[in-house]
């Protein structure tokens, strides 16, 4: 039989009852009846990071708000741009009436600074 796994982790082996209430344990051989169960794992996985994001939220939002940002904008720049700091120098740019193109060719460059990193040897790679 098989071993399924859920978050990299073998779950309860020998189960056989099918109408498991616990979406977390997943038995050898067996599907898993819930399938939010690998989503509710992740969730928990990641929820240590989103402590780090939610005060560089606020330093965003209050940031943009000085420079005269709307709710609604605020919004859609935090959903459409996810580098932090693409956004803290998106809003600089606006509020000081940089062109739009001088504002994306920037936050490009600031962005770019990351791609050596993927050449590093040893690094290991996202294949496997």
């Known amino acids: 039989m098989k071993a399924l796994t859920l978050g990299g982790r073998q779950r309860g082996p020998g189960?056989?009852?099918?109408?498991?209430?616990?979406?977390r344990k997943v038995c050898q051989g067996e599907e898993s009846t819930q399938p939010t169960?690998?989503?509710?794992?992740?969730m928990r996985a990641a929820w240590p990071i989103c402590i780090g994001?939610?005060?560089?939220?606020f330093a965003f939002g209050v940031l943009a708000q000085k420079a005269g940002f709307d709710t609604m904008d605020i919004g859609l720049m935090?959903?459409?741009v996810f580098a932090g700091s693409s956004q803290f120098i998106a809003v600089a740019m606006l509020g000081?009436?940089?062109?739009p193109t001088s504002i994306?060719?920037?936050?490009?460059?600031?962005?770019?600074?990351?791609?050596?990193?993927?050449?590093?040897?040893?690094?290991p790679s996202a294949q496997g």
Request: with cysteine; net charge negative.
């Open 104 to 123: 994306v060719i920037t936050t490009f460059n600031c962005q770019f600074k990351a791609c050596p990193y993927e050449l590093l040897p040893g690094r």
């Open 96 to 99: 000081s009436g940089a062109a």
């Open 78 to 80: 935090s959903v459409l």
């Open 15 to 23: 189960c056989s009852n099918k109408e498991e209430t616990d979406p």
């Open 37 to 42: 169960a690998f989503i509710k794992e992740g």
């Open 53 to 57: 994001y939610i005060p560089q939220g």
